[in-house]
């Protein structure tokens, strides 16, 4: 199949980007977490630095509350391109105090991530991690730009960001900050899947319809895994459906769907009315600016 | 499916927000739970009617105040195009929020709103289009509404932005009539309007023909990183990669390195692990050479019989960014293509006003958000085109060496002077 215009330009774009900072950067690092976003970023870091190897290794920042399946992918794309892969891990920054647990039912560790990945960052001394952050997504991340640049304390500034020109891209920064680096800002959730349509790629199975066990909560369906504690008056109920996005089991709703193939998939993304946070996400449901603030402290 | 990139600006009040909301609405990319955060917060602020703005104002501090205050970027896309709108302020402390719009747009979109007629800060718009070199420009006259839907105030404000217009460059201009908030004449021609006999914004958006704007004549390939896998696979792989910045490169041709000036062939071109017949301008690419010539990233590959300027003093159009003023004392970094060097500003031989296009040939500084004419000399020399003849090796930005800040952008007009 050849690709339509749009989407090879959106590619040449994203590869642009990844180049420049393996040109430019002493040590970058690509998070990949197997969600589709990521692997569609990871993919064109393969193909950007073709016949040779990536050259940096890629990060998981990992809430232990992750899809098996999800895992399982992970661990088989990193073993077949031949990656080094670093795990930071939430369980961690929380064994060693740095983060603290939410307690309750709803408990997640969506916002503990930041604590983590701040850390790794520090720790390894990384001037430039790569994010499949999308501008579509949500309507902070519309302002965000391709190099973003954090402070010490890993903060976003939206109203002190540089001006970005042309394809012109500055990462000079000081000692301790960093650079967020979104080689797919200018993609969509459709983008997204028709290029892996295009590009035959394999991603994990709960991406499409199957059979599983829900409950229904705070208008989502919610998968019944070892990660989800019940509330008293819940009762799981067998669904047919999928994930439009993948993030922490315990935050990340599934939509019902019969779409078992990326065709299937393609089609019902072009003509469904709800956005995929509006749809999945329990974590922007707080406010008006809940991706705004998180943003600010250094979530990606 | 083609890609359009458009920039819009617009004051406050121009209604700008509201009509991107209006076309991502009548183009049905606004999702139920979008348009239903955005009714429940109009509802809670007391507006009377869907405050289709707050889709676009996307920072709290924007939807507190009721302004655009940075560059977003939004997406759509109907069945024949897609679209990227780098929506922006259009205030004159914005000036370098437009220009970055501006940057990476096919098309600019201008509002003016019928009741006020041509103001200063639409002529500042043309402006900037033109000097990014915005080669389409559609002008909305929005809130036709409030004036009863009257042809002679279309007319009136047509004839004098053409007028203004003439002096700037432009390959096409268009006025549509509109109400972004009803949405007359935007997806839907108006039955408001019948007097107006053109296209809906929309259809003009899906039909702007903007294939031609691409420079197919000068090949130019900026070195961007230099691919060595040194595996037993590729013992002696060496591939240049990088996005062609304009012309055609294909297997066979004879190419020219800069800066040290070698000839060879190129043996492949490469589409990111395929082998294709042709690199066209802006795909990211890998050339294998024939011959293997000390060749790295900032060098420049391009015909031996077009080759861009080559030098160290160069004039450009500038556009400051910074608090801190254009000083020509200060040496700063450069970022042309993907060379590096540092460079002086040498001279500033003008301010230009960009409502009156007056030339302020007195000026001493160039302060945030002023848009001026200098001489810059660099530490090496940069391989480059003339802004007008190529965007990718006609630009460049400026970096304070000291606050690690994108200071100023430059568009170059050619070897100085």
Not at chain 1, 137 to 147: M, Y
Not at chain 2, 250 to 261: A, I, K, Q, T, Y
């Amino acid at each position: 199949m050849t690709m339509t215009s749009n989407l090879a330009e959106l590619e040449a774009e994203a590869v642009y980007v990844i180049r420049e900072v393996a040109a430019e950067f002493e040590r970058p690092v690509m998070l990949f977490s197997g969600g589709k976003d990521s692997l569609v970023m990871l993919h064109l870091a393969v193909k950007a630095f073709c016949p040779a190897k990536v050259p940096f290794p890629v990060m998981h920042v990992d809430t232990g509350h992750n899809f098996d399946e999800v895992i399982d992918f992970r661990d088989r794309t990193v073993e077949r391109l031949g990656l080094q892969l670093i795990v930071a891990s939430v369980q961690d920054s929380i064994d060693h105090g740095t983060a603290i647990e939410e307690i309750g039912p709803r408990a997640s560790r969506n916002r503990l991530q930041t604590v983590t990945l701040l850390e790794a960052i520090a720790t390894n001394r990384f001037g430039a991690v790569f994010g499949g952050g999308r501008r579509d997504e949500e309507k902070a991340r519309a302002k965000e730009r391709f190099f973003s640049i954090r402070d010490e304390f890993g903060q976003w500034d939206p109203k002190n960001q540089r001006p970005e020109l042309w394809s012109l891209y500055n990462g000079r920064h000081r000692p301790g900050e960093h650079i967020r680096v979104f080689p797919i800002s200018n993609w969509t959730e459709l983008d997204i899947w028709q290029y892996i349509a295009d590009e035959n790629l394999e991603i994990p199975s709960i991406y499409y319809a199957h059979h599983r066990k829900v409950v229904h909560r705070d208008g989502m369906h919610l998968a019944v895994t070892r990660h989800l504690t019940l509330l008293p008056d819940e009762e799981p109920e067998e669904m047919l459906v999928r994930f439009r996005t993948v993030g922490d089991a315990t935050c990340t709703g599934a939509v019902e769907s019969c779409a078992m193939t990326v065709q299937k998939v393609i089609e019902e993304v072009a003509a469904s009315r709800v956005t995929e946070r509006g749809a999945t996400r329990a974590d922007d449901r707080f406010s008006e600016a809940a991706m705004e603030d998180r943003k600010k402290e250094g979530y990606f | 499916m083609e890609l359009l990139r458009f920039a819009t600006a617009g004051s406050v009040d121009d209604g700008k927000s509201t009509l991107i909301g209006r076309l991502l609405l009548d183009s049905k990319q606004i999702f139920e739970d979008q348009l239903e955060a955005v009714e429940r917060s109009s509802r809670d602020r007391g507006f009377d009617y869907t405050n289709l703005a707050l889709l676009t104002d996307g920072l709290r501090a924007e939807r507190e105040q009721g302004i655009t205050i940075d560059v977003a970027y939004r997406y759509f896309a109907t069945p024949r195009r897609k679209f990227i709108i780098a929506d922006t302020p259009g205030h004159v402390h914005y000036t370098r929020n437009m220009v970055t719009g501006a940057s990476t747009a096919d098309l600019a979109l201008i509002l003016i709103d019928a009741r006020n007629g041509l103001r200063e800060q639409s002529r500042r718009h043309a402006v900037i289009a033109s000097l990014l070199r915005v080669k389409h420009l559609v002008v909305c006259i929005n809130k036709m509404d409030l004036v009863d839907y009257d042809e002679e105030v279309f007319n009136e404000v047509r004839d004098k932005f053409s007028k203004f217009a003439e002096r700037l460059e432009f390959s096409d201009l268009t006025f549509i009539p509109i109400s972004a908030l009803d949405g007359d004449n935007v997806v839907t021609h108006s039955q408001n309007m019948p007097w107006y006999g053109g296209a809906t914004l929309l259809w003009h958006l899906e039909n702007a023909y903007v294939a031609s704007d691409r420079n197919l004549i000068d090949p130019r390939f900026p070195v961007q990183y230099v691919i060595r896998p040194m595996s037993r696979s590729y013992p002696d792989y060496r591939g240049y990669a990088g996005r062609v910045a304009a012309g055609v490169f294909r297997p066979g041709d004879e190419v020219m390195c800069l800066p040290s000036g070698f000839t060879t062939t190129v043996q492949s071109v490469e589409a990111l692990g395929t082998p294709v017949d042709a690199g066209e301008p802006n795909l990211s690419v890998t050339l294998t050479l024939r011959d293997s010539l000390d060749i790295s990233r900032g060098d420049m590959i391009c015909r031996p019989g077009n080759r861009p300027y080559s030098g160290q003093d160069i004039d450009a159009m500038m556009c400051w960014f910074s608090e801190r003023p254009l000083s020509t004392s200060t040496t700063y970094a450069v970022k042309h293509t993907t060379r590096n060097v540092r460079g002086r500003i040498q001279s500033l031989r003008y301010r230009l006003d960009t409502e009156s296009l007056h030339r302020d040939e007195s000026a001493e500084h160039l302060v945030m958000n002023e848009i001026g004419r200098v001489t810059i000399r660099t530490t090496q020399p940069l391989f480059y085109d003339a802004y007008q003849r190529c965007r990718t090796t006609g630009s460049f930005i400026v970096v304070d060496e000291a606050t690690h800040e994108t200071v100023a952008c430059g568009m170059i007009l050619g070897p100085a002077t």
